[in-house]
């Protein structure tokens, strides 16, 4: 189990195992690549990438990369740590901030997400045990969070998600034939002014509660 670092200023020439030898993209550290049980610090600044997920962590070791928004594990400054679609904050340059197919064992925690074509974390078929937990979801043209083909043991808590345009949701579930019992919970979110808050196509045991909707189209379609 390795602690890595992620920031500007930084190299991907570097091993990452440090701030002072920090690796300068997320596709950087995770191309180490790293492993079940790794924790990756990310700190403040702007991530203009699409972080393609390589490797699955596993049960009681997942993979979690951390938005140093203290900047107590790196700068020592602190501030927003944003992963972006656009390369000018003007016009959308990627599809995705975070995509992943078939890679379990993930967690993401406290990131900032816009900008993005696609949906903004795209959860591909059958990712499970995967937490996103206090991160911010905003002005997008598609989804926030978006889980084809649903795996299972999904947890989204603490975030926010707003200005998701037009009739798309701020988190899509969707599976070709009905699936019971998928173990997916959102709990402690805020949905503001977005199309529809949660959109569910054919996938059961999804749970939600202790959430907060306010001028979305729709709160729940399923």
Partial sequence: MTTYYVGGGGSDANNGTSWATRKLTLNGVEDIPVAAGDTVYVGPGVY???????????????????????????????????????DNDTTIARANCITASAKNYRT?????????????????????????????????????????????DITIQG??????????????????????????????CLFLFSGTAIQDSRIGGVIVKHCAFFGCNRHIQV
Avoid: K, M
Avoid at 51 to 68: M, R
Avoid at 164 to 186: E, H, K, M, P
């Fill in 48 to 86: 203009r990438e699409l972080l393609t997920c390589d490797v699955s962590g596993s049960a009681g070791n997942p993979i979690t990369y951390i938005a140093d928004v203290t900047g107590e594990h790196t700068d020592g400054i602190g501030g927003v740590v944003r992963i972006t679609g656009s």
């Fill in 108 to 152: 993401f925690r406290g990131f900032t997400f816009d900008l993005t074509s696609g949906p903004q974390v795209n959860n591909g078929s059958s990712c499970g045990n995967w937490i996103i937990e206090y991160c911010s979801f905003g002005d997008g043209t598609s989804n926030g969070y978006s889980s084809n083909t649903a795996g299972n």
């Fill in 159 to 188: 975030c926010i998600f707003y200005g998701v345009r037009g009739t798309q949701a701020c988190i899509y579930l969707n599976s070709g034939s009905t699936r019971d019992n998928s173990n997916i919970l959102i709990q402690n």
